[in-house]
């Protein structure tokens, strides 16, 4: 089993900044990609962030400049800092993890629960 638990979400004024943090645990053997996604009421879920395990990263337009997503491969764990936040970034923010798990041929997305992520103006 494979368990994704995100922390960090919250209200935050506009302008303001907030940390997301995403620890993956379980029987894992690899982890190709983690990162971040939203979905905001309404309107479908999309690609926040996202960190490979070259160390690469990949943004939405949205948010290049703003946000950050790091990661500690040690510990199995991602971030995103998020600064300069707009109320346009309110959503429900959703780690992702792309892992191959022991005994398992193929990679496969892993999701978190979500956190709640409001920004007023």
């Known amino acids: 089993q494979v368990q994704l638990v995100e922390s960090g979400g919250g209200l935050v004024q506009a302008g303001g900044s907030l940390r997301l943090s995403c620890a993956a645990s379980?029987?894992?053997?690899?982890?190709?990609?983690m990162g971040w996604f939203r979905q905001a009421p309404g309107k479908q879920r999309e690609l926040v962030a996202t960190?490979?395990?070259?160390?690469?990263?990949n943004y939405a337009d949205s948010v290049k400049g703003r946000f950050t997503v790091s990661r500690d491969n040690a510990k199995n764990t991602v971030y995103l800092q998020m600064n300069s936040l707009k109320p346009e970034d309110t959503a429900v923010y959703y780690c992702?993890?792309?892992?191959?798990?022991?005994?398992?041929?193929?990679?496969?997305?892993?999701w978190g629960q979500g956190t709640q992520v409001t920004v007023s103006s």
């Open positions: 960190i490979f395990s070259s160390g690469s990263t």
């Open positions: 379980g029987s894992i053997s690899s982890i190709s990609a």
């Open positions: 992702n993890a792309r892992l191959l798990m022991y005994g398992s041929v193929s990679f496969k997305d892993y």
